[in-house]
């Protein structure tokens, strides 16, 4: 059983930058698609990026080329670096370790573990 635990949120500037933490224990992260999803107040949860246990990338179009999904499978800590934050990203990020095919990736009812959450607060 994989225990997720997300670390880094806080609040930052509009324009700014944090760095996510996801750190694993209970199991290793590497045979598992990795993402990162976001809740805004109000809203559905949503997908933000994901490395694939193959090693690929995947973003939602609206963080492309802001945000950056990393993993160290030495640490068994998964990572989102992300740069420029906007008002509107504001949320709770969770870390969530994914078990089904690639084209399942993203969607929340195929999460096989999630993380408890960390809060993110962009200041406009």
């Known amino acids: 059983h994989v225990q997720l635990v997300e670390s880094g949120g806080g609040l930052v500037q509009a324009g700014g930058s944090l760095i996510l933490s996801c750190i694993a224990s209970?199991?290793?992260?590497?045979?598992?698609?990795m993402t990162w999803f976001r809740q805004a107040p109000g809203k559905e949860r949503e997908f933000v990026a994901a490395?694939?246990?193959?090693?690929?990338?995947i973003y939602a179009n609206s963080v492309l080329n802001r945000f950056h999904i990393s993993r160290d499978i030495v640490k068994n800590t998964v990572y989102l670096q992300m740069n420029i934050l906007k008002p509107e990203e504001t949320g709770v990020y969770y870390c969530?370790?994914?078990?089904?095919?690639?084209?399942?990736?993203?969607?929340?009812?195929?999460?096989?573990?999630w993380g408890q959450g960390t809060q993110v607060t962009v200041s406009s």
């Open positions: 969530a370790a994914e078990v089904g095919p690639v084209r399942s990736i993203g969607d929340p009812g195929t999460v096989g573990y």
């Open positions: 209970g199991g290793y992260i590497e045979p598992y698609h």
């Open positions: 490395h694939t246990s193959l090693g690929g990338y």
